[in-house]
């Protein structure tokens, strides 16, 4: 069964303290790594698409990078403002168009 | 360009009633798919449409859910007799092809609460 868990389940980072959120994977084969971010009472907001081992995406102080068992979520010098819950999904393959979640990292910065 | 709209965003329904839960996708997407997230769950799969086709349907439960997304109009969700089980949020994703080629765009959600 494909299987998504994501640790860990909440981080507390002083503004500035770089951290790393981590994605660790099961699935027969990997179409595509998917990295969300969700804030409270919002649905989740698109930030990475990572499809092959050694690959890396970067956005402002966010990096996610890929192996073949994880990925992880670089956060370097965060801001209050990066506080939310992240949220990691894989597309499976097997034809199906359907992403499998994991529980998420909920992540606070405080200044 | 308005963003996935659902509707409403929170609904209260007892035991034994129905519920509705509208998603309006993007302009131009003609892909939608529903998600169900349970307190302290992630996001799971329901439901994969396409206009007036159902593409996936295996994360639905087989009784009491259905969904449509019809040529006009906006994609619905609908859980009959409803029990306190169902109680969560639904959120609604479009794209303008498959998940697989496109990122989700997602929308905020209808927080369903069944007392």
């Known amino acids: 069964e494909d299987q998504v868990t994501q640790s860990p389940e909440a981080l507390r980072l002083q503004e500035g303290e770089s951290s790393s959120l981590n994605c660790s994977y099961t699935?027969?084969?990997?179409?595509?790594l998917f990295w969300y971010r969700q804030d409270p009472g919002k649905g989740p907001e698109f930030l990475f698409t990572l499809y092959s081992a050694g690959e890396e995406k970067e956005k402002e102080r966010l990096k996610a990078t890929l192996t073949k068992k994880e990925s992880f979520l670089h956060i370097t010098a965060p801001k209050p403002e990066d506080s939310a819950t992240y949220l990691c999904?894989?597309?499976?393959?097997?034809?199906?168009?359907?992403?499998?979640f994991g529980k998420g990292t909920k992540l606070t910065v405080n200044p | 360009n308005a963003g996935v709209m659902q509707n409403p965003r929170h609904l209260v329904r007892r035991r034994g009633q129905e519920a509705r839960l509208r998603c309006s996708p993007m302009k131009g997407h003609s892909h939608v798919y529903w998600y169900r997230q349970l307190p302290e769950e992630g996001l799971k799969f329901m439901v994969y449409l396409q206009k007036e086709n159902i593409i996936d349907e295996s994360g639905m439960p087989k009784e009491r859910f259905s969904a449509e997304f019809p040529k006009e109009g906006p994609s619905i969700l609908r859980i009959q007799q409803v029990v306190r089980g169902d109680s969560a949020a639904y959120f609604c994703?479009?794209?303008?092809?498959?998940?697989?080629?496109?990122?989700?765009?997602f929308g905020s959600g209808t927080q369903l609460s069944v007392l």
């Open positions: 994703a479009s794209s303008p092809t498959t998940a697989y080629n496109e990122k989700l765009f």
């Open positions: 999904a894989v597309h499976p393959q097997g034809g199906s168009e359907k992403l499998v």
């Open positions: 699935v027969s084969g990997l179409r595509g």
